[in-house]
Structures are given as structure tokens and as C-alpha cells.
């Protein structure tokens, strides 16, 4: 293995690989190695990071991340229904990179009950026009308090094996009482819906 240097290019080396990287320390198989593009960072023989044109990518406990959507809230959302209702600004899309990988879905939201009494709220996610989180009491209150049991969602959806686009959203129905339900935009509060594809 040897390096060119160049005073014009400054230094080169070989790209080696992530079981054999072209620069490291004394461990033979963690370091740093290259490829077309792509700078890899591997630690025993196992690529733990990747720097693309795509951006950044690394391993964890979820696995490597492959793609990231955000959106988070502009207005304000209020209801009083009984009618299932989408939650405005909370609602994504994504098209995953690969069939094999999975979506980790993040939700998160500061509730608000408005009047007295009891009163309840079903929170539910949607991929598409398919259901694949309900929580019957998301948000609730009795008639002397204020409980908020909901203020973060998350899971990892395992149900898509294709790369076409698909849009979740989040619902809200109240089942329970006669009491309003409202986010705010605040952006202190940090509304927002996230999704990130996982490689497994």
C-alpha cells in the first residue's frame, strides 16, 4: 500500500475496502477506505458510516439509514367531531430506496382539550388509505383533568416491499365528551411527522 504525493493534488492513496481499509490504525480491519464517490468508515470489517452524494449514512440499533422526510406544522389544527379527520400538517410521503428496507414513523405534537368535562379523543396513522396505528385513547380528560397520554408516536412500519411513493398521515376522532381538540403551531412545540427508511 503506498501514498502519492503530489503538490499540486496534494495526497492519494489506494481506496481499499471496509475489511481492509487504505488508512488505519494498528487494527487491520477498521478504518478508513473509498470508493467511486464514497468515503466508508468501518470498524472490525463492518461499515459503520458512508459518505455519498446522498448524503450521510451509518449504522445503529435500528440499523443503517437510508433516506429522511420531515415535515412539521404551519397552522394551527382544530376540531369537534365525531367524523375521523386528517391533522393538518401531518402528513408525509416517502419512496423507499430499496423494497427490503422498513419506514420508522415518528409523530410528535403537544395536545390541547379545550371546555370541561370529560371528554376523548381516538388518535390514529395512515399509510396510504391503510391503518397501521390506532390508539383509542390517544387523548383523553376526566371531568376534573387534564391528561395528555399522547404527545409522540413511533414505530417501525414493515408492511411496504416496494419503492413506490407512500403518504402517512395522522387522524384524530373525538369518541367521548363534547370538548374541542386542537394542536398548535408554536414552533417551540415541534409538531411534525418524520419518516426514515431503515435497512434491516
Given at each position: 500500500?503506498?501514498?502519492?504525493?503530489?503538490?499540486?493534488?496534494?495526497?492519494?492513496?489506494?481506496?481499499?475496502?471496509?475489511?481492509?481499509?487504505?488508512?488505519?490504525?494498528?487494527?487491520?480491519?477498521?478504518?478508513?477506505?473509498?470508493?467511486?464517490?464514497?468515503?466508508?468508515?468501518?470498524?472490525?470489517?463492518?461499515?459503520?458510516?458512508?459518505?455519498?452524494?446522498?448524503?450521510?449514512?451509518?449504522?445503529?440499533?435500528?440499523?443503517?439509514?437510508?433516506?429522511?422526510?420531515?415535515?412539521?406544522?404551519?397552522?394551527?389544527?382544530?376540531?369537534?367531531s365525531t367524523n375521523e379527520t386528517d391533522v393538518g400538517g401531518m402528513t408525509a410521503s416517502i419512496a423507499k430506496t430499496n423494497a427490503s428496507n422498513n419506514t420508522l414513523v415518528e409523530l410528535t405534537?403537544?395536545?390541547?382539550?379545550?371546555?370541561?368535562?370529560?371528554?376523548?379523543?381516538?388518535?390514529?396513522?395512515?399509510?396510504?388509505?391503510?391503518?397501521?396505528?390506532?390508539?383509542?385513547?390517544?387523548?383523553?380528560?376526566?371531568?376534573?383533568?387534564?391528561?395528555?397520554t399522547l404527545s409522540s408516536i413511533r414505530f417501525l412500519d414493515t408492511g411496504v416491499n416496494d419503492t413506490s411513493s407512500h403518504t402517512y398521515k395522522m387522524t384524530a376522532q373525538r369518541t367521548q365528551?363534547?370538548?374541542?381538540?386542537?394542536?398548535?403551531?408554536?414552533?417551540?412545540?415541534?409538531?411534525?411527522?418524520?419518516?426514515?427508511?431503515?435497512?434491516?
Amino acid at each position: 500500500m503506498a501514498f502519492i504525493i503530489d503538490g499540486t493534488t496534494g495526497i492519494a492513496t489506494v481506496d481499499g475496502s471496509v475489511s481492509a481499509p487504505s488508512q488505519r490504525g494498528q487494527d487491520i480491519n477498521s478504518g478508513i477506505s473509498y470508493a467511486a464517490d464514497s468515503i466508508k468508515f468501518s470498524t472490525n470489517g463492518v461499515e459503520r458510516m458512508s459518505i455519498t452524494n446522498s448524503g450521510v449514512s451509518g449504522t445503529g440499533v435500528g440499523g443503517k439509514i437510508k433516506k429522511f422526510v420531515y415535515a412539521a406544522m404551519s397552522s394551527d389544527f382544530g376540531m369537534n367531531s365525531t367524523n375521523e379527520t386528517d391533522v393538518g400538517g401531518m402528513t408525509a410521503s416517502i419512496a423507499k430506496t430499496n423494497a427490503s428496507n422498513n419506514t420508522l414513523v415518528e409523530l410528535t405534537f403537544a395536545p390541547y382539550m379545550a371546555g370541561s368535562g370529560a371528554g376523548q379523543y381516538a388518535i390514529r396513522v395512515y399509510r396510504d388509505s391503510t391503518k397501521i396505528y390506532e390508539n383509542g385513547n390517544g387523548f383523553y380528560r376526566t371531568a376534573d383533568d387534564l391528561k395528555a397520554t399522547l404527545s409522540s408516536i413511533r414505530f417501525l412500519d414493515t408492511g411496504v416491499n416496494d419503492t413506490s411513493s407512500h403518504t402517512y398521515k395522522m387522524t384524530a376522532q373525538r369518541t367521548q365528551g363534547s370538548n374541542g381538540f386542537s394542536i398548535y403551531s408554536n414552533s417551540l412545540l415541534l409538531n411534525s411527522i418524520t419518516l426514515t427508511e431503515m435497512e434491516p
